[in-house]
């Protein structure tokens, strides 16, 4: 401990001074940016010589609640679903107050409501999915889809892209987005491989390349560019600029990770027994985790590139599916990414509305809400 503080306090007074001597105005460099990227340059050069430590030994538990009957739980979840999509594209506030559109007036509305919460309730289900499948995966709770490094790459793909095209479309920031997405996923992957896909390590990788991106993002909003307005509504997890195109391309990848649950179920029930127990039941541990890995970065993508990076739905969703009593693997992802769908498409309907004619991000409403419900939960049990 007290060499971890020395440690600490003489990088960060180096790299303090360092960022001193740097000629750029004090106003348009933010304090911490320099100490960042000499630590996650120092973080990716231990990745590769660090040794895998042992897992802690924690003392027992009382056994985890468990649903007597998590099919007919799963059931009324989905039934649940198309409800609550309908109830809110039809129920809004207009000029007039709140109103529930039935007929005309609800064609009239659905062109402009159901695109944006078909894409929340998607983005809701695929995060938490995603969320769901670290968690078990790495045996740590508190994994999310924000710190696997995917969604920086669709932050720096789509900075790059604003930095270097004169108003560029919807089309190309997605396609942008992807690319950046896309080479962080190739690059965590490669760094990964050395070592069997270690969970910590993927996770300290996807930390670092977060970190990379923040630094990125702090320092050009300390300049102040107009450019960034844009970013600045995407980064908050806002569904204003998503369209039909887009809302059906989210849903489809829904349906395509939910599709998936039952063939990595299996997986993702043996390995938290320890990979020696998983390769003896037949499975290979480094070739699961490649893919599960793989699995949740691609619904991170997707999501991050419909509904924006910021989310607590990837974090919360599995939680509550726990809270429910969904313990088995299959039962626990098709349960999140039912909870993670309705969270986010309740957040969309509720932003909508709840400072009407203004309009709060369902990212960000997500996650004011979702904290402190999730402490109340957590303080129940």
Not at 37 to 65: D, N, S
Not at 121 to 134: R, W
Not at 303 to 318: D, K, R
Request: no cysteine; charged share 10%.
């Amino acid at each position: 401990m007290f060499g971890a503080t020395r440690w600490g306090a003489a990088l960060l007074g180096a790299t303090a001074a360092l960022g001193l001597r740097a000629r750029v105005p004090s106003r348009e460099r933010p304090p911490g940016a320099v100490p960042a990227v000499v630590g996650v340059r120092r973080l990716l050069w231990l990745l590769p010589r660090l040794r895998t430590a042992a897992p802690p030994v924690t003392a027992a538990t009382a056994p985890p609640p468990r649903a007597p009957r998590p099919a007919l739980l799963l059931a009324a979840g989905a039934l649940l679903l198309p409800l609550a999509l309908w109830a809110a594209v039809a129920a809004g506030r207009g000029p007039d107050g709140w109103e529930w559109s039935v007929g005309d007036a609800l064609a009239a509305v659905e062109p402009w409501r159901l695109p944006r919460a078909l894409a929340a309730l998607a983005g809701g289900a695929m995060l938490a999915v995603a969320g769901a499948t670290l968690q078990r995966m790495t045996g740590n709770p508190l994994a999310a889809p924000e710190i696997l490094g995917v969604s920086s790459g669709a932050i720096l793909g789509v900075i790059v892209l604003m930095f270097s095209a004169d108003s560029p479309g919807r089309g190309a920031q997605i396609l942008a987005g992807g690319a950046g997405a896309a080479a962080v996923l190739a690059a965590m992957l490669a760094l990964g491989r050395r070592d069997g896909f270690s969970p910590d390590r993927l996770l300290l990788a996807g930390i670092a390349a977060s970190s990379i991106s923040g630094v990125v993002v702090a320092v050009l909003m300390a300049g102040h560019d107009p450019r960034l307005q844009t970013l600045v509504t995407w980064l908050s997890g806002s569904t204003y600029m998503v369209g039909p195109t887009d809302a059906l391309a989210a849903a489809l990848m829904a349906l395509l990770a939910v599709a998936a649950i039952p063939f990595v179920a299996r997986w993702l029930d043996l390995l938290p027994l320890g990979g020696g127990v998983a390769a003896a039941l037949g499975v290979s541990p480094p070739l699961s985790r490649a893919v599960l890995f793989s699995l949740s970065a691609l619904l991170t993508a997707a999501a991050t590139l419909i509904v924006g990076p910021l989310s607590f739905v990837g974090l919360m969703g599995p939680h509550l599916a726990r809270m429910l009593g969904l313990q088995r693997a299959a039962a626990h992802l098709l349960g999140s990414a039912l909870l993670g769908g309705l969270v986010m498409l309740a957040a969309d309907w509720l932003g909508r509305g709840v400072l009407f004619p203004y309009q709060v991000p369902a990212g960000l409403l997500a996650s004011v809400i979702g904290g402190p419900f999730l402490l109340w939960l957590l303080g129940r049990r």
